[in-house]
């Protein structure tokens, strides 16, 4: 196994809510479920930024981040990511610096192109050019980051004239950078040539099918990339991103999420943003993705499962990020992670040798230890006998 011998465990919060859903109402289940993970243990979650379509509907991943700060004592919080070509490099940068403070090093910079066209479609944005945008204003950003001294660029899209931070990093240098990666190669080769951590979705498909890159692929794009600038990449900061959902039974897990499911994929996924259909009714998407291995439906021992089989396509990582959905009730959902945190992060993190070692050794002479026990029962009882006696005389 290649895994670290603390694997990570976080969450990608896009989020999504069904369009007919209490919009109010499903944000608050967002930061309570924060808080339900921070209670639990998950080491970050990562918060995304959407505009359209009527399911993802934090605008703001920051003003997300600043307010789910407040409910949480320990987990760390990224955006999940920035899409970079809507903002001046200047402003991104400016605001997760302050969050930094706010927080005291809890935060994370998640970037990328942007994930829905529609948003791009708004702000009148041709998608052939984000991801050169996006790679444009991140070597800014880190220059912004790294550099003490004001420095000028002039763009096609926006310019920046002796840009400086006035407040440095609370974090030193400054706090984490990743890169989330899907459909193309672009998010890879921008974490290497950064040394930043790359995001991987293990189930992202393009209209032909599956991107034909596999995991190794990319991280070897990655790793040519960083040893070009100079960089070495580690693949215990690399994390990758699954749907997951845990029950008592696979039946039980299987049967929750079968409606839902088939509405996300069916209604969003494909009827609204496009994505390549999936044949059959809505009721029976879920069962080839999980056939596929790219969601996991069932219980922890199918999970452990998974996370072997990725790190076997991986060839290892660091951290396992589950994408947060709403395939179940509230209850369903955090009984979900709360499986999760139960009985599959103590198997990669360690927490249960020692317990388990201990329990083997001591099974192993327990017979010795009761037979100890006996005769110093039978010495108490025989010393007290003897006192006794001598208080009747």
Same mark, same amino acid.
């Given at each position: 196994?290649?895994?670290?011998?603390?694997?990570?465990?976080?969450?990608?919060?896009?989020?999504?809510?069904?369009? +007919?859903?209490?919009?109010?109402?499903? =944000?608050?289940?967002? =930061?309570?479920?924060?808080?339900?993970?921070?209670?639990?243990?998950?080491?970050?979650?990562?918060?995304?930024?959407?505009?359209?379509?009527?399911?993802?509907?934090?605008?703001?991943?920051?003003?997300?981040?600043?307010?789910?700060?407040?409910?949480?004592?320990?987990?760390?919080?990224?955006?999940?990511?920035?899409?970079?070509?809507?903002?001046?490099?200047?402003? $991104?940068?400016?605001?997760?610096?302050?969050?930094?403070?706010?927080?005291?090093?809890?935060?994370?910079?998640?970037?990328?192109?942007?994930?829905?066209?529609?948003?791009?479609?708004? =702000?009148?944005?041709?998608?052939?050019?984000?991801?050169?945008?996006?790679?444009?204003?991140?070597?800014?950003?880190?220059?912004?980051?790294?550099?003490?001294?004001?420095?000028?660029?002039?763009?096609?899209?926006?310019?920046?004239?002796?840009?400086?931070?006035?407040?440095?990093?609370?974090?030193?240098?400054?706090?984490?950078?990743?890169?989330? @990666?899907?459909?193309?190669?672009?998010?890879?080769?921008?974490?290497?040539?950064?040394?930043?951590?790359?995001? @991987?979705?293990?189930?992202?498909?393009?209209?032909?099918?599956?991107?034909?890159?596999?995991?190794? /692929?990319?991280?070897?794009?990655?790793?040519?990339?960083?040893?070009?600038?100079?960089?070495?990449?580690?693949?215990?900061?690399?994390?990758?991103?699954?749907?997951?959902?845990?029950?008592?039974?696979?039946?039980?897990?299987?049967?929750?999420?079968?409606?839902?499911?088939?509405?996300?994929?069916?209604?969003?996924?494909?009827?609204?943003?496009?994505?390549?259909?999936?044949?059959?009714?809505?009721?029976?998407?879920?069962?080839?993705? $999980?056939?596929?291995?790219?969601?996991?439906?069932?219980?922890?021992? /199918?999970?452990?499962?998974?996370?072997?089989?990725?790190?076997?396509?991986?060839?290892? +990582?660091?951290?396992?990020?589950?994408?947060?959905?709403?395939?179940?009730?509230?209850?369903?959902?955090?009984?979900?992670?709360?499986?999760?945190?139960?009985?599959?992060?103590?198997?990669?993190?360690? @927490?249960? /040798?020692?317990?388990?070692?201990?329990?083997?050794?001591?099974?192993?002479?327990?017979?010795?230890?009761?037979?100890?026990?006996?005769?110093?029962?039978?010495?108490?009882?025989?010393?007290?006998?003897?006192?006794?006696?001598?208080?009747?005389?």
């Amino acid at each position: 196994m290649t895994l670290p011998s603390r694997l990570g465990f976080g969450i990608f919060l896009a989020p999504f809510h069904a369009p +007919f859903d209490n919009p109010t109402l499903a =944000l608050q289940r967002d =930061l309570e479920l924060l808080q339900w993970l921070d209670y639990l243990g998950y080491d970050v979650a990562w918060i995304g930024e959407h505009h359209s379509c009527g399911w993802e509907t934090i605008a703001s991943p920051e003003i997300f981040i600043a307010a789910a700060a407040e409910r949480t004592k320990r987990i760390r919080l990224g955006t999940g990511v920035i899409p970079l070509p809507y903002h001046h490099p200047l402003i $991104v940068a400016n605001r997760m610096v302050l969050l930094d403070h706010l927080t005291r090093g809890r935060i994370a910079l998640g970037v990328g192109p942007g994930a829905l066209n529609s948003d791009g479609h708004m =702000l009148g944005l041709d998608h052939q050019t984000v991801r050169a945008r996006m790679e444009e204003s991140l070597d800014v950003i880190m220059r912004l980051l790294t550099e003490k001294e004001p420095f000028s660029h002039k763009s096609d899209w926006f310019e920046l004239v002796d840009g400086h931070l006035q407040l440095r990093p609370y974090t030193q240098p400054h706090f984490e950078v990743a890169v989330a @990666s899907a459909q193309s190669p672009t998010g890879m080769k921008l974490a290497g040539k950064h040394g930043a951590t790359p995001l @991987s979705l293990t189930f992202a498909r393009s209209p032909g099918g599956f991107y034909h890159n596999s995991l190794r /692929d990319l991280w070897n794009i990655a790793e040519e990339t960083a040893a070009h600038y100079g960089h070495e990449m580690k693949r215990e900061k690399w994390g990758l991103v699954q749907h997951v959902f845990l029950a008592e039974s696979r039946k039980e897990a299987m049967e929750i999420a079968r409606h839902t499911s088939g509405l996300l994929q069916r209604e969003y996924f494909e009827n609204t943003i496009g994505m390549a259909p999936s044949d059959g009714p809505s009721d029976k998407i879920i069962d080839r993705m $999980v056939a596929e291995g790219t969601w996991c439906i069932g219980t922890p021992d /199918d999970l452990v499962e998974s996370i072997h089989r990725l790190d076997d396509m991986s060839g290892g +990582f660091g951290t396992f990020i589950l994408l947060a959905t709403e395939v179940g009730t509230r209850e369903q959902m955090l009984h979900s992670y709360e499986l999760i945190a139960r009985y599959v992060m103590p198997k990669f993190q360690g @927490s249960l /040798d020692s317990l388990q070692l201990s329990q083997r050794f001591f099974s192993g002479i327990k017979g010795q230890l009761a037979s100890e026990r006996e005769r110093a029962q039978e010495l108490a009882g025989k010393q007290y006998q003897e006192v006794s006696a001598g208080w009747r005389r």
